[in-house]
């Protein structure tokens, strides 16, 4: 199953589509529009070793999808910190902040352990400043109408799932426009759909923004949990994860690095290109095997 995500990886570095992107953090990137992998659950679970994966994580994280939850406290308190920048820059911005602490700068870490134990430590503070908008969690389980009422989009698909199994309408989205200039983070796994067909599901994700070394891998691992989950609430079988991607992307990194790249991609891909195919084999650094 690794191989997909490594001729992906490929793919984004040797590609006449993919191209050299500025970014609103800073850190520009190589970029493909445009891809999708398929994973055979059935075959097994696609956790790759190509990087750690930290399962604890994903299993908590998905947990919080689940509940509905978009305050941090549950993962501090799991000792998962994968929200921890996000939601301190939200309180940084909700209190007009921002300005006040560089971004990775020796002041901002130490108030951000600080934050965060009081997330951990003062029930009041993280009540107060432990949510993260409507993310994830809100839309899934706690979409808000116009009218003020709250669709559980999750509860509904599940019941589709075992009563309307043939539906097309198998659909829960992430991207609230009203809601995503209110969020720490617009979702980047925007929307998934749901497919039964001979007695197996299949899950189809759409993913808008795709950080190929940390995030992906997080990603492939999630979303085949929730297809493990979904389909055991309807006693089917596993059929496939098929995700589907928008902005996939490797970061280059700040300054004169990325200027590198910038300036020598087409050149980072001609040998990219020569060393991908078979009979080169042999010469294809350790990162890009395929065998």
Known sequence: MAKQYLNHSVEILSSAESHYKSNRTGIDSISLFGYQNQYNLSEGFPLLTTKRVPIKAITHELIWFLRGDTNIKYLVDNDVHIWDDNSFQH???AQNLEGDLAKYSDGWIKAKQEFIENIKENSEFSKRYGN?????????????????KEIDQLGDIVEMIQNKPSSRRIIVSAWNPEEVPNMALPPCHTLYHINVADGKLDLQLYQRSCDMFLGVPFNIASYAMLTQILAQQANLKLGRFIHTFGDSHFYCGEGNRGKWYENNLEKLKEKVRVVRDSENISKIPRCFRLD
């Open 91 to 93: 309180y940084l911005k």
């Open 132 to 148: 993260l908008g409507d993310i994830y969690g809100a839309q899934w389980r706690k979409w808000k109408t116009s009218e003020g």
